[in-house]
């Protein structure tokens, strides 16, 4: 069965309790239930992590790659705007990573329109909330299957 990692970094365990208005209501344990009922009818197995330390991030990309995992979803939180340690974790494994982001960060702050880490993903979803995860799943496996995806 193909295994895909979903890293999940700095305040997302406070989803529910964080700016619902931006966030919404559902926690981080909801967002993994669904996402793994998703993964199970694509017949994928997720393992999914979460912290708010960059270099623990850094660790576990490097650990999925080791470990043979097909893919990353990434939401490196606010480290998407300015880790270039994060980025260069990125860029230095083999395996796809697509970042995702549950708010549209275009139509936020200034700061949050730049990502360090996008460039070297395959792909950026943000603004589509859990459903973007779902998204993410499906985009990697197609990558998987070794399907063109739009560039
Ligand atoms: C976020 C967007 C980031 O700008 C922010 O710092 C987050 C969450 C999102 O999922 O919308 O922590 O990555």
Do not use: W
């Amino acid at each position: 069965m193909k295994k895909i990692y979903v890293l999940n970094g700095p305040n997302l365990n406070l989803l529910g309790k964080r700016e619902p208005h931006v966030y919404g209501q559902a926690s981080l344990q909801d967002l993994i239930q669904g996402l793994e009922k998703c993964a199970k009818e694509l017949g994928i197995v997720i393992s999914s992590y979460q912290s708010n330390h960059e270099g623990d991030i850094i660790d576990r990309l490097h650990e999925a790659n080791e470990k043979k995992y097909e893919g990353v979803i990434l939401n490196p939180g606010a480290f998407t705007h300015y880790s270039y340690a994060i980025r260069d974790a990125i860029a230095g494994i083999d395996i796809p990573v697509v970042e995702i982001h549950l708010s549209n960060v275009h139509a936020r702050e200034s700061f949050r329109r730049e990502s360090v880490t996008a460039p070297v993903s395959i792909g950026q979803i943000s603004g589509f909330g859990f459903y973007g995860y779902h998204m993410a799943l499906h985009a990697l496996l197609e990558r998987i299957k070794g399907e063109q995806i739009h560039e």
